[in-house]
Nanobody
Framework: QAQLVESGGGLVQAGGSLRLSCVASGRSFSTTTMGWFRQAPGKEREFVAAVTWTGIRNYYADSVKGRFTISKEYAKNTVYLQMTSLKPEDTGVYYC???????????????WGQGTQVTVSS
């Protein structure tokens, strides 16, 4: 059974950095677009970033462009989200997802992880 497991979340001060990891197991995701989403309390889950299976094309939400970088390590079946210059509004539960049914920024991904909490203090 396919499974995505996130790690790397935590508490960080504004301006700091974190790197999230998402390890996929149960099947190969080497030919699948993978993405990161986040959900703040009381808000809908929103798109953060996505990487195509080739690793050539990346997509970012406007709110994180220039601060976050998504990357993929095929050999480890792992996707990373490097987050820098963090802001309090980046706080939320971050979810890894794989295999979107439509656009990489849509929420209709087939597989989802359980999420990892990121808290940015001011």
């Amino acid at each position: 059974q396919a499974q995505l497991v996130e790690s790397g979340g935590g508490l960080v001060q504004a301006g700091g950095s974190l790197r999230l990891s998402c390890v996929a197991s149960g099947r190969s995701f080497s030919t699948t677009t993978m993405g990161w989403f986040r959900q703040a309390p009381g808000k809908e889950r929103e798109f953060v970033a996505a990487v195509t299976w080739t690793g050539i094309r990346n997509y970012y939400a406007d709110s994180v462009k220039g601060r976050f970088t998504i990357s993929k390590e095929y050999a480890k079946n792992t996707v990373y989200l490097q987050m820098t210059s963090l802001k309090p509004e980046d706080t939320g539960v971050y979810y890894c997802a794989a295999d979107p049914r439509s656009r990489p920024s849509s929420r209709d991904y087939t597989y989802w992880g359980q999420g990892t909490q990121v808290t940015v203090s001011s």
